[in-house]
């Protein structure tokens, strides 16, 4: 009888996710632009595309943690009026 030799399984960690690197980098470069006058990032999207995954990753990146001390991250698809959001964000 042959022995079977069990596969190599490989579960990405926390923050390595597969298959946004693109995304991650590019959002993470807007994050570290020195020049940039928006302090604010939106993510938008149809149901189901990764933003939550995506946002979660780049939240947790050493760079990102690094270069700022405060950090927030709202979930707004419950909240449908743009005024309710603006007033979330004033508590921080």
């Known amino acids: 009888m042959m ?10 960690g926390q923050t390595e996710i597969v298959g946004f690197k693109v995304q991650s980098d590019k959002l ?3 994050l570290e ?9 939106v ?9 939550t995954t995506l946002v979660k ?3 947790d990146n050493e760079k990102v943690i690094e270069k700022f001390n405060c950090k ?3 979930h707004i698809s419950s909240f449908n009026s743009p005024n309710i959001i603006i007033s979330k964000l ?3």
């Open 33 to 41: 632009d020195e020049h940039a006058k928006s302090n604010v990032t």
């Open 72 to 74: 927030v991250r709202i």
């Open 90 to 92: 004033h508590y921080f």
């Open 3 to 12: 022995s079977m030799t069990p596969p190599h399984i490989y579960y990405p």
């Open 28 to 30: 993470i470069g807007w």
């Open 57 to 59: 990753q780049i939240y």
């Open 43 to 51: 993510v938008v999207g149809m149901v189901g595309q990764g933003k």
